[in-house]
């Protein structure tokens, strides 16, 4: 299969042939001259002016073709004058990287338009390998491989798994864990608590106590402690920052509890959550697989869906549920450290240091 390259940064063809012909990955470069491509006319007259803008105009018809200067692995030099090897060599050599392609040179009777040099070239592109292990929509290069690009394709046919990206216990998860699925950092919460308390404290009329619990600015200050924990005023606020929905898998009820969706956003990301703790939802090639393939950000489609990824994601869920990874809060049974007084649930201990004065510094076990 061959397909032409064209395009406008290079001269017109002066005939019936393409600038370029790509089979496979290699490139057909023509016989390129130093026109300008603007107005057909040479740059000058001299060798090496002509020389330069030749050079130019194969790097457009390399790039439009999807290589290089480096791609090239045998150029074609025809002179007007075998005299001008030197002059036009020391322009060639900026253009072209080691290893030097391959060359030759010759001298013809004339060449088109009175030109001084024509030069034509092969080029090799990367190949690519392309994979379609799992459900992702955009793609991921990869070119550490000299000479090989590997292309990862996801699309929504693939499933491959999700898995469980854990995030460090220091009571900032629920930031990190969307720091990570939005931007692949999880050393994100003090840009994302700097980002809710700006955006409750410019809008006191809907963050108001009611709302909030607290005074919006003793709310502002709060949120900015790294001690604080987020939820669900949290979430939304960052969904609405990212213009992505952020769906939120409990592992005790299985529910999803989805932020932003009124706004039908295009996009979702999605964390886990155990009773105290929120992790990352990402979708891998396999087991295992490095955490730079992970895909975390889904196209939602028709019924706001995101496909298999959404099914997926809820067996992982179900999994986790089976094997009770998770903390019921509303029914754990608690220790204070000071005085053996026991309470259940999470909802007594918040209470206890209120009623039991002298216990109100201390932690329960």
């Known amino acids: 299969k061959k397909e032409a390259v064209k395009t406008d940064k290079a001269p017109a063809a002066l005939g019936p042939y393409s600038q370029a012909i790509k089979s496979n990955n290699l490139v057909f470069v023509s016989g390129v001259l130093g026109l300008i491509p603007e107005t057909g006319k040479f740059v000058s007259e001299d060798v090496e002016d002509q020389t330069e803008q030749v050079l130019k105009n194969m790097g457009e018809i390399l790039k439009a073709s999807g290589g290089d200067y480096s791609s090239v692995v045998k150029t074609t030099i025809m002179l007007a004058d075998l005299k001008d090897f030197k002059k036009v060599n020391d322009i060639y050599a900026k253009y072209f990287p080691a290893p030097f392609p391959a060359r030759a040179t010759y001298q013809v009777a004339a060449l088109p338009l009175d030109a001084r040099i024509e030069i034509e070239c092969i080029a090799e592109l990367p190949k690519k390998v392309e994979l379609q292990p799992y459900l992702l929509n955009n793609n991921y290069e990869a070119d550490n491989l000299p000479g090989i690009a590997f292309r990862f394709l996801f699309v929504d046919t693939m499933e491959g798994i999700v898995v469980r990206r854990v995030i460090p216990s220091d009571n900032s998860c629920l930031f990190n864990a969307v720091g990570y699925v939005m931007d692949h950092d999880k050393k994100k919460a003090p840009e994302l608590r700097q980002v809710i308390a700006a955006t409750v404290a410019s809008n006191p009329e809907k963050y108001n106590e009611a709302f909030l ?11 900015l402690d790294s001690e604080k924990w987020g939820g669900a005023i949290e979430l939304s606020i960052l969904a609405d920052y990212y213009g992505r929905e952020i769906a939120a898998y409990d592992i005790q009820t299985s529910r999803c509890d989805l932020y932003g969706q009124e706004r039908k956003y295009s996009e979702r990301a ?13 979708m891998s090639p396999f087991e295992d697989a490095p955490e730079e393939f992970d895909q975390t950000i889904f196209s939602v ?32 049974t608690l220790r204070c450290g000071v005085c053996q007084i026991g309470v259940i649930g999470q909802k007594a201990a918040a209470m206890y240091p209120a009623v039991n004065y002298f216990c109100r510094d201390q932690h329960f076990v």
């Open 213 to 223: 619990g607290k005074p919006n600015s003793e709310y502002c200050t709060w949120i």
């Open 301 to 332: 489609q028709k019924g706001r869906t995101i496909g298999p990824a959404e099914g997926l994601a809820l067996n992982l869920v179900k999994e986790q549920q089976r094997k009770r990874s998770y903390t019921d809060t509303a029914n754990f």
């Open 270 to 282: 999605m964390l886990i959550y155990d009773g105290l703790h929120y992790d990352a939802l990402a």
